[in-house]
């Protein structure tokens, strides 16, 4: 078994809300609708997907059986090109891109990238 940082916990939560929303975004739903087909509260889909705070694992399943999602897929940790990826392929098929959502996505780009320097090993200059 992986043993997580805490810092690669936050990273694997904000990966696995950003794979639920392209997911959403794919299939053309809305948060609501999200929601009520999974028989969970549309608040809490938005929450997920901003990674606000941790879900109980039964109502990711809920939510990921219902987007067609391998649910063991959401718990791996992802390197920062995919976790960034995820974010570029979010903000393209989003159909009301407001300035909000835009500096939202932003802010995003620059947590991930903060969190993966904060987990990835300095590089050392000297030669051995």
């Not at 078994?1 to 929303?21: A, P, R, V």
């Not at 606000?52 to 059986?65: A, C, D, P, R, Y």
């Not at 987990?119 to 000297?126: A, E, G, N, R």
């Amino acid at each position: 078994m992986t043993n997580y940082s805490n810092i690669e916990i936050e990273i694997i939560n904000i990966s696995l809300g950003l794979t639920i929303k392209l997911r959403r975004l794919e299939y053309k739903y809305s948060q609501l609708d999200l929601g009520i087909i999974s028989e969970t509260d549309n608040t809490l889909i938005g929450r997920i997907e901003r990674a606000e705070h941790i879900v109980g694992w039964n109502v990711i399943m809920l939510v990921s059986q219902k987007l067609n999602i391998n649910f063991s897929s959401l718990f791996v940790l992802k390197t920062k090109a995919e976790v960034l990826e995820l974010i570029e392929n979010c903000l393209a098929l989003e159909t009301k891109l407001t300035q909000q959502k835009r500096a939202f996505y932003d802010k995003l780009k620059g947590r991930v990238s903060d969190l993966y320097d904060k987990i990835t090993p300095p590089q050392s200059h000297l030669s051995y």
